[in-house]
């Protein structure tokens, strides 16, 4: 797979990330072990990421970019210890990226905004979902700044719907899609390949990634409501089989 490089955005240029007061930086003893605070939300809960693994293949997971779409997001830990020692991928991990959403058990920030609509994508547009411009808000702004330091050569980014389980793709990622889902369908046959959501996306990581950067991203719907053990045994073998598979140099 040829490797794409992100050097900044594309589209409308991203203004400053906000005009509120800078916070005090977190203390020590309120981070998990092994878990590191990017930034703080609005309403200053910590957005936590890790890394494991030193493999060439590079992931960046997202959980959380929508606080009512909890499914998932246990797995994130076991994902963390199964490639800890693994040569063939890093994998960096983003526990929860709209926390203040998460406590509320709301789709959007504490400031009403998508997440996942607060990109730097050409097709964004101002509204008051989607924000003034992108990356307007705290928590996609530090996302962007990390997930442009990393480098993916992958994205993944979980979600869940109520026509769930599938996997969604932009990009060139139509082969890691199908990988994906024939080792997910060995925990649950419902899983399937959903090319097109059926809906506008505007200013979403999809498009931003993976239209306007040419970066294979996988967005992963379980199914609104799934319990925790199935989805946390499909990403598991969804993430294994991706890492495991041979690819092309690039």
Known sequence: MQRATLTGPVGPPAPSVSTSPTLPPIPTARVAPSWTSLARTTQGRPILATESGTGPLRIY????IHGDET????ALESLKDQLASSSLATLRIIRDMNPDGTIAHRRTNARG?????NWPAANFTPSTNRGPSPLSERESAAIHKDLLAFNPDIVIV?????????????????TLADTFVKAAKSTDPHWKVQPEMGYRTPGSLGSYLGIDRNLPILT????????????TAALEKGLAA??????KPS
């Open 113 to 117: 905004r998508d997440l996942n609509r």
């Open 71 to 74: 499914e998932g997001r246990t």
């Open 158 to 174: 979980l979600h869940s719907i109520a026509s769930g389980p599938f996997v969604n793709y932009d990009g060139p990622a139509a």
């Open 220 to 231: 992963i719907e379980f199914k609104r409501g799934q319990d925790e053990a199935s989805a």
């Open 242 to 247: 991706i890492v495991q598979t041979p690819r």
């Open 61 to 64: 997971l997202i959980g959380g």
